[in-house]
């Protein structure tokens, strides 16, 4: 039976014939001529012909600004490609990335592509058994300023966020091996500190130290963090190709979870007719190669995604349902996947008084995480934690944080800092 | 004394404070915060801050297509990161990539960065010695359709291309490690064909073999290849990040010239609002990382690049001026810089009446690069190759293609097949 990965194509044409192009797609990028062949060679090549799935030709309303465009799938034999995500990239989009206004919006695998790729280690459910956390959005805070801080300047950040409350810390996604806070040492610095708070908090916290370096040394880097005690990496995955990162996530001596950093996402997902869509670049992809948490860009707050775009990477992080991964002409894909969720983390610009939004459009399958929101609290770094803490206690109660914060000083400061959003 | 790397944006904002703007980045991805560091400290972390280099801002002429932008340049002390491009692309542009309408449009580099870069092992004037061609463009085709063929079919391809003349043939990046065609026995078979070209045409001959599979595997499938007598290596840079090229490069058991595709570049390049420019992308980046050969879509053919963006690319893969890649706020930059030129090579839809037009762009220090131009020639892909060459031949005489043609049928069939453009 011949199995195939199918892409998703958003094509911006005026006046294109989409059904050529599409049948072109299908063609050159597989067998590469069709019609010229003799017949005995096509009942040879056929297992390698691309077929067009489907076209949904969008025809402009008239208004100005709304393009002419179509939705073509097309489905690539799985045995034109290794099964790795470089390879699956390069055949749907190497080439075709270049010709045109043309963005690559989905991707769908076949069962024996999705096969090699046993997902994230952990996932949503493993992060949540770490910390003994089940029944509550976590939270994350990230590391103020870290450049030119010394390891005790970088302890004392940590013991205010983690005295706080929160479950996670992760490191600022540009903080390299530097002679002042080389990973051995803040990991080890860090956790001393992670566990002075745990007395006082009673909590578990999990401390993302940031993978870095050279790709050939990235697993030996990441035996180091974790030998110190790391017991998260974080990890620039878009920097370095997916592989790099499966690679990471199938090292069955990496055993703690990889939190996916977004970094240079932007230069891939906004532009409406270049790029990668964000549920395939920060979704499904993330995902596949293994990432147990996901940072993308919020709606809510500074650093902006569109609200639609938030959604339909949670439902790739989360959803358990075949149909959404797998690709097959001929059967239903009933079965559950097989892929453990990935943790969503909405990031940046987030203060307490959004924690509502952010549950009602993410519910109790959420990571919140803030920066300047906990440590730009008008009591300090440990009040801002701990105002957070109270949001989320108040929402998942159904208690507005107006009359929460009546009883709760931190929120009720957080509040007057920063307002609600409703 | 401090050194920078620098990072210059295009911004797009209708009516943003750039001044303040280039503030925020300048203070934001280096130290964090500055007005409110006390002085004692603002000694310390003076070293670590970012600067504003220059501010360029271009007001809308009013026309309704023209719109605000401004290009900042901010300069990064080197410090703040590990000499690794994954660690220089997330400073500058990981965070900043997802701040509204911003494009990375150029990078340079603090000496004790570049200093971490030998670039191309073998440069353009590496690959001429291999080849013995000094005084002309060279040539290059690639298979026209290779995914399920044998070994034979690709002997026979293989023979055909290099019996035509051509100084080096490229695997289609879009072949991976199959049965029929694994990457040993196929460079096995090909160098034989190129052996018996040899005899016929007396040249030499460069076979890039695409190099695929898991990042980790990639210097061992580099080793493979050339102990089965690859003589040159093709790699989907992007697919797997700029490290990995590096890595590959400075590789002392990769002793051959290694070619850059720019498979997924399109998804980078073409929005004028986001993304990375293609002269960083495509020409700085490749360069620094390594590259010895770099492919880019031509502006001639079917996959379109603007001819600014080709020029600017050749600039980057050509320069020898230390000004275009150092940036020192002290001295000037009038040493020679220490890369080796990339050899650029415009590709996409190419056939025998564009090379007056490649050459007048690119002199003599360009590879022409043909796939369909080769074997879709009326007289065969033998003839195909020939029909290049001679007009490789007539142009660089200074003879035009049509007076060439009149002694010589196979460039005479390739002008009527598809013209010449002046």
Chains 1, 2 share one sequence.
Request: glycine share 8%; net charge negative; with cysteine.
């Amino acid at each position: 039976m011949i199995e195939y990965c199918v892409a998703t194509y958003r094509c911006y044409d005026d006046k294109a014939d989409f059904e050529k192009k599409a049948t072109g797609i299908a063609v050159g990028l597989t067998v590469g001529s069709w019609t010229d062949l003799p017949e005995a060679r096509k009942t040879e090549m056929e297992k390698h012909l691309g077929r067009v799935v489907s076209i949904e030709i969008h025809e402009p309303s008239g208004d100005s600004v709304d393009k002419r465009y179509a939705d073509i799938a097309i489905a690539y034999p799985d045995v034109n490609f290794s099964r790795d995500i470089p390879a699956l990239l390069v055949t749907v989009f190497g080439k075709l990335s270049m010709d045109g206004q043309i963005k690559l919006i989905d991707l769908k695998f076949s069962s024996s592509f999705l096969s090699a790729f046993p997902g994230p280690k952990f996932g949503m459910q493993g992060v949540r058994d770490l910390l003994g956390v089940h029944n509550r959005p976590l939270l994350m805070s990230i590391f103020k300023s870290v450049i030119g801080h010394d390891l005790a300047g970088l302890r004392e950040q940590f013991y205010l966020q983690a005295a706080g409350g929160v479950d996670l810390i992760k490191d600022d996604e540009i903080l390299f091996e530097n002679p002042l806070t080389p990973i051995e040492q803040r990991v080890s610095v860090c956790l001393e500190a992670a566990h002075q708070a745990s007395e006082r908090t009673g909590q578990k916290l999990l401390y993302a130290a940031n993978l870095t370096g050279s790709t050939a040394r990235l697993a030996e880097q990441a035996r180091k963090a974790i030998s110190a005690g790391a017991n998260a990496l974080l990890f620039n995955v878009l920097a370095y190709g997916y592989d790099a990162l499966h690679e990471l996530a199938t090292d069955p001596e990496v055993s703690v979870p990889i939190m996916a950093h977004p970094a240079m996402a932007g230069a891939l997902y906004p532009a409406p007719n270049h790029g990668i869509g964000a549920s395939v670049l920060l979704g499904k992809l993330m995902r596949l190669a293994g990432a147990d948490i996901v940072l993308f860009p919020s709606p809510y707050g500074s650093v902006v995604m569109p609200k639609a775009d938030n959604m339909a990477i949670q439902h790739a992080l989360l959803t358990n349902k075949s149909e959404d991964y797998l690709f097959s002409f001929n059967s239903s894909n009933d079965a559950a996947l097989s892929l453990a969720p990935s943790f969503p983390v909405p990031s940046a610009g987030i203060h307490p008084g959004l924690v509502p939004l952010i549950l009602r459009d993410f519910g109790t399958d959420v990571i919140v995480n803030a920066g300047g929101g906990i440590h730009g609290h008008a009591m300090g770094t440990i009040a801002g934690g701990q105002a957070f803490r109270q949001a989320i206690d108040a929402t998942t109660q159904g208690i507005s944080l107006q009359d929460y914060a009546l009883s709760h000083p931190e929120l009720k400061a957080a509040i007057e800092q920063w307002g609600v959003k409703q």
